[in-house]
């Protein structure tokens, strides 16, 4: 079985778990589910915006544990102060090491920033689990949905005041999204081969309408990568692995991003 075939697979028994224990009513009654959310788009297309979407992301299933001494507030508090346009926060925790608790920390640390809750959306239960504790942004990944599926939890998520990231990894993928979207993400990660190659967002970019923004997602650790990317119409570049490999990633990402300053 495909490692991403496991991942939905462990991730329906999750919901199967979540719907025993809360409801889309209980969800709506949590306090931060009512805050007014923060947006990705206008922060990344703002004057000067590094276009950085920085990760806190603890272990993968390619990589194994890429840092597990590191606290959330205080990593996505420096890589706000460095710059950041916009936070992403794992919260699948089986194949990641993520949690909510990590997105609620997150969102307490930084109220003001854009924040995209990053997991494996396959139900609309989790479109509200996402605003409830503290999201603005939600990733809905095509590889793991049909075409309605896409569409259904879009429309949620798009009704509640969520923005919606779609990553895709090929020309298929892209012709699976139906409705409004807010932002594209080309994740330059072969899902079978784990094989990265930034030329794949370059070969999708002409694809993408211009309406939408679109994002750079995986193996981007030079800045040279960054302003070529950014000469084919990517506005964001969600970082991760980059930094939380390194024994400080707030310090990581301000020197990459003062980098990307120099050369663009």
Known sequence: MAILDKIIETKRVEVKNLKKITSIRELC?????SRRCNSLVKSLLSSNASGIIAEFKQKSPSKGVINES???EEVT??????????LSVLT???????????????????????????DFMVDPIQIYEAKAYG????????????SNQLKELAQTAKEIGLEVLVEVHNEQELGKIEGKVDLIGVNNRNLKTFEVDIETSI?????IPESVVKISESGLSEAKSIVHLRENGFDGFLIGETFMKTSNPAKACNEFISEVKKIY
């Open 29 to 33: 009654q949590i306090p931060m589910y």
């Open 92 to 118: 699948d925790f089986e194949y990641f090491g993520g949690n909510m608790v990590n997105l609620v920390k997150a969102r307490e640390a930084n109220p003001g920033t854009p924040l995209l809750r990053k």
């Open 77 to 86: 508090k420096g890589y706000v102060a460095a710059g950041a346009s916009g």
């Open 135 to 146: 999201a603005d942004v939600i990733l809905l990944i095509a590889a793991c949905l049909e």
């Open 203 to 207: 070969r999708l970019s002409t694809l």
């Open 70 to 72: 590191g606290f959330v």
